[in-house]
């Protein structure tokens, strides 16, 4: 009984913290000009991603993949899909039916982070899958900011994993950070998006939450894709 008793204790707690989470806005929203910039937000059930509107600005801050084999001059190329997460987890299930126990297991505990950036073309705003934002110049050149600071620079270069990635259009690179399924690439996500004057949730570990924070806390609504 006593076990019993912990547990709905346990439960309720832990419904409190991800209600809470959600909820309680984070950050502080920026006033959108009319020249504002569109982002969309990515989701899958685990995972969040950033997607950029690729444009000169954008090409030139991220030259660097060039050198790392992504062809980024390449006609059809509209978005570039970026993400942060555990090493393990991340580069060894591209997709479920890779999953395997140990990255489980580390993204649960702690484990060494990476940055995924892949190629994208158009991509439908209207899927149950994408979320798209209106943020400020000023949000975007801080967005722009936060991402290239979660690369790891030792030679003032971001550091790309060898052999690591899910085909020829994307690539993983060493990140600054740990990762656990707590504070993981949803919080990322949100944090990033706080950077570009977005609002979200206090803890959103699960893209639902940031999804739903999203709507709480902003005036979420559809932009054309570029």
């Known amino acids: 009984m006593k ?18 989470g959600t909820v309680l806005p984070r950050g502080h929203a920026d006033d959108i000009a009319a020249n504002s910039r569109p982002i969309l937000v990515l989701k899958n059930p685990i995972h969040t991603d950033i997607a950029l509107p690729v444009d000169a600005e954008l090409l030139a801050r991220f030259g660097f993949l060039r050198n790392d084999g992504l062809d980024i001059d390449q006609p059809g190329l509209r978005y570039l899909i970026i993400g942060w997460g555990g090493r393990s987890f991340y580069t060894e299930t591209p997709t479920w039916a890779d999953l395997k126990p140990m990255p489980v297991l580390k993204s649960f505990t702690l484990d060494q982070s ?80 706080r950077a570009a004057g977005i609002k979200t949730g206090w803890w959103t570990p699960l893209p639902p939450l940031l999804i739903t924070s999203l709507h709480l806390h902003n005036d979420v609504a559809a932009v054309p894709a570029q």
């Open 3 to 20: 076990f019993l008793r912990y547990l709905c204790v346990g439960l309720v707690l832990i419904a409190f913290a991800v209600a809470a």
């Open 114 to 193: 990476v940055m995924h950036v892949a190629l994208a073309g158009e991509i439908p705003i209207t899927d149950a899958g994408v979320t798209a934002l209106n943020i400020s110049d000023n949000g975007y050149r801080s967005l722009l900011g936060f991402i290239e600071a979660s690369f790891t620079r030792p030679q003032g270069n971001p550091v790309p994993l060898l052999g690591k990635s899910y085909g020829s259009d994307d690539a993983f690179f060493e990140a600054n950070g740990y990762f656990n399924a707590l504070l993981g690439c949803n919080t990322w996500t949100a944090a990033a998006l």
